[in-house]
């Protein structure tokens, strides 16, 4: 007769990330413009910002980015804008494990946010997109799973064809504006374990860190100095058996 298994699955990453971003987000945040923030009309000023980030899905991405955060200790947001598609500026979520950026310091000075855009198993190609003051910048590469590869036309590519026209000959597409289109927001700091690593990015650390269970790490990058959330201390009574004890 086969050993029965008594190994149960228990989702705690993925349940402690949602929590952590319902804590923030269940409910829709509320933007307003203080009485002397507003350049002119003060009431056109807030139907903006209104318009900008008071609608659902600017509510949603906000969850979206809170709970990504949460795992993997950061996430960005973008503006990006096409008439096309909205009649507004939107704002996207970026994954931390999907960007390269560059710091100054402790401040974001420069982003590139990478996708996949066809994967035909010999050939990769990867949609780049950089964030520079004052522009976006955006290249299609040829590659495999192990390279970036060689440039090539933006054409070369559905997704990308769109840019082909509006770029300049850098690749640029100019924003008008001094500031990043994209910032980094980090889930909690420090990292314990990377603090000699430079930049704010491996500095920050998730809310999974330092959860154990049955005296060992629920996962990879845990840190004994952290303490167990109390729900999931709960789980060795449950789960784990008793330690030997010696008679004397």
């Known amino acids: 007769m086969a050993q029965q298994s008594h190994r149960l699955h228990v989702p705690a990453a993925s349940d402690l990330a949602r929590a952590s971003a319902d804590l923030l987000f269940a409910q829709p945040p509320m933007f307003v413009v203080g009485e002397d923030d507003a350049r002119g009309d003060h009431q056109a000023t807030q139907d903006r910002l209104q318009k ?18 949460s795992a993997l200790g950061g996430t960005y947001l973008r503006w990006w804008w096409d008439k096309e598609v909205a009649d507004k500026v939107k704002l996207g979520a970026v994954a931390a494990d999907a960007a390269v950026p560059t710091w100054k ?45 060689r440039a090539v036309p933006l054409t070369e590519h559905s997704s990308t064809s769109w840019a082909a026209d509006l770029v300049d000959s850098e690749g640029a597409i100019e924003t008008g504006i001094d500031a990043l289109t994209a910032t980094y927001i980090p889930n909690v700091r420090p990292n314990r374990k990377w603090r000699p690593i430079h930049g704010p990015g491996a500095t920050n650390r998730t809310t999974l860190e330092g959860i154990s269970l049955c005296h060992r790490p629920m996962f990879s990058f845990s840190s004994a100095a952290c303490a167990p959330d109390p729900s999931i201390a709960s789980l060795p009574r449950r789960l784990c058996p008793p330690h030997p004890r010696v008679q004397r």
């Open 105 to 149: 310091y402790d401040q974001l000075a420069g982003v590139t946010f990478w996708t996949v855009v066809n994967d035909d198993n010999d050939t990769v190609y990867r949609h780049l997109e950089r964030h520079e003051p004052g522009r976006i910048l955006h290249g299609l590469y040829e590659g495999d799973r192990g390279r970036l590869g």
């Open 52 to 69: 900008l980030f008071g609608e659902d899905d600017a509510a949603a991405t906000l969850a979206e980015s809170a709970e990504v955060a």
